[in-house]
């Protein structure tokens, strides 16, 4: 169980882990099921929210809390990118829909996120300005040109 606060609410989240459930069901791989129970308190009010889960990761390598903490990293992750790139960088928005284009724009679009979070920018849409208005600092920094 983990309590967070953050953003204006309070979240409680529970995880159930059962091993006993795969081997009733032909599902390749399946070691584990996880109930996911959250309740939110924001504003005074509760709000309760189930999901459910699989997962191959056998119970001595995982238990219900290091399942918990994985759960939480998938939306560090999709916080920390696709957001980033759906509303920093516009990619919803883009007209790019044919062949080869969607796949290269998006690794632009990591290959530009990851490159200033190497370099210890916290705030992407900052970055990309700070960059887009100063290409010769860019290009020095990534090595293309110098100073």
Not at 20 to 33: A, S
Not at 49 to 61: D, G, L, N
Not at 108 to 123: C, E, K, P
Request: glycine share 10%; hydrophobic share 35%; with cysteine.
């Amino acid at each position: 169980m983990t309590i967070g606060k953050g953003h204006g609410r309070t979240e409680l989240r529970h995880l159930q882990a059962s091993s006993r459930l795969p081997g009733n069901f032909d599902w390749p791989g399946m070691r584990q099921v996880c109930k996911i129970q959250r309740t939110v308190k924001r504003d005074g009010k509760l709000c309760e929210e189930t999901q459910y889960a699989v997962t191959s990761a056998p119970p001595e390598k995982a238990n219900a809390a290091k399942l918990l903490c994985w759960w939480r990293g998938h939306w560090g992750i999709e916080n920390r990118l696709f957001w980033v790139r759906d509303v920093t960088m516009g990619e919803d928005a883009s007209r790019i829909r044919k062949g080869n284009g969607p796949q290269i724009f998006a690794g632009f679009r990591n290959a530009a996120t990851s490159f200033l979070r190497r370099i210890g920018v916290t705030n992407i849409a900052a970055g990309l300005r700070h960059f887009a208005y100063r290409v010769d600092h860019l290009l020095s920094t990534l090595g293309i040109m110098e100073k």
